[in-house]
């Protein structure tokens, strides 16, 4: 079987590229983080800098590449939010389809289908990536503002044993968002701008979004939980607990909608980015798809070659890209992306 893999590449890359499209397009819309993408890409001009080290230079890329990580864990969050959204819509439908055939007087009534165990799976991809989000920010904050997270020398009379303690507790502590609002010695070295703004934040969203993320073990509990609300508006009503630090039999469920909540989480996290940024004299740069935010993935073996698909924005639009080693005489002119890969142009 001959198989178009040139057909299969372009309608994939079609779909994804897309996708990747219209979040540049909403984020810069909603103006969400446009100036960390400000502070994002002075990293990757400082590693373009030939008059530095090398070392500094490839040290910066590595924070741009930090980053571009947090812009994509960012964009996977808000689309969490899209699809709560869409399950909301299709579970209104359904309602619609037999509200004639029902008599209700109450504000909401529980509701259960295969679209509510759907909206529910997509509560913890949520929450995690929020975690995410949290505890890899301060480290590319503290890097754009040039301060320092190395650890204390040793003291005068410690055993080399337990500054080796000590430096793996600081080590361990600087990839938890937490750490840094409950260690005095870590979030001091920051201005005291920054400490205020870390601080608001944590009071306001950060710390209560963060409890939730050990709801798994009890997320069933939210099935009896999951409600279609008719008043004063029709729609999905998944209802949080109010402490999530409880134990399940002591939980007490309100008026906590877990998509308004999320919703509020994400939107907490950009505002606590944005202003970080802001106080550190970041401007405004607008997402884009350019040869540095390529995606290149890994494809099936073809025959004997195996092969990397890149795909570049242009002003018409998008253009599906080759790596070279790729079995097609559709080759019509290489680019040269940098030292490690040579791209075709669109075919």
């Known amino acids: 079987m001959v198989i178009n893999w040139s057909k299969r590449l372009s309608n994939t890359w079609k779909k994804r590229f897309s996708l990747l499209s219209k979040m540049s397009l909403i984020f810069n819309k909603k103006k969400y983080f446009l100036k960390f993408n400000g502070l994002r890409y002075q990293f990757l001009k400082k590693s373009e800098n030939k008059s530095i080290e090398e070392d500094v230079n490839k040290d910066y890329m590595n924070y741009f590449h930090l980053a571009t990580e947090i812009m994509f864990f960012a964009k996977n969050d808000y ?24 008599s209700l007087k109450c504000k909401h009534f529980v509701f259960q289908s295969s679209i509510v165990d759907e909206y529910l799976s997509l509560l913890m991809p949520f929450l995690n990536t929020m975690y995410i989000l949290q505890d890899r920010i301060m480290p590319i904050i503290a890097k754009a503002g040039n301060i ?13 044993q337990h500054y080796k303690k000590y430096k793996k507790k600081f080590k361990k502590a600087l990839n938890s968002f937490y750490s840094f609002v409950d ?26 979004i963060r409890k939730y993320r050990n709801i798994e073990q009890h997320i069933f509990n939210l099935v009896i939980h999951s409600y279609l609300q008719i008043y004063p508006k029709e ?27 999320f919703k509020l989480a994400f939107r907490e996290f950009n505002f606590f980015v944005e202003k970080i940024a802001q106080a550190l004299k970041f401007e405004e740069q607008m997402h884009s798809l350019e040869v540095t935010d390529l995606e290149r993935i890994k494809l099936e073996k073809v025959s004997d070659y195996s092969t990397i698909c890149v795909a570049i924005s242009n002003n018409n639009g998008f253009e599906i890209c080759k790596g070279s080693g790729f079995p097609s005489p559709l080759i019509t002119k290489l680019i040269k992306i940098d030292k490690n890969i040579q791209i075709t142009k669109k075919y």
């Not at 689309?79 to 029902?102: G, P, T, Y």
């Open 79 to 102: 689309r969490i939010l899209e699809q709560m959204e869409m399950l909301n819509d299709a579970s209104i439908i359904q309602f619609r389809e037999m509200k004639s055939k029902l």
């Open 148 to 160: 320092s997270l190395k650890p204390r020398d040793i003291k005068e009379n410690e055993t080399e």
């Open 183 to 208: 260690n005095k010695n870590l979030l001091s070295r920051f201005s005291h701008e920054i400490q205020g703004i870390v601080k608001e934040y944590w009071k306001s969203n950060g710390e209560l």
């Open 235 to 261: 729609k999905l009503l998944i209802i949080l607990p109010d402490n999530p630090k409880a134990q399940p039999q002591n939980y007490k469920y309100n008026n906590r909608d877990a998509y308004d909540f």
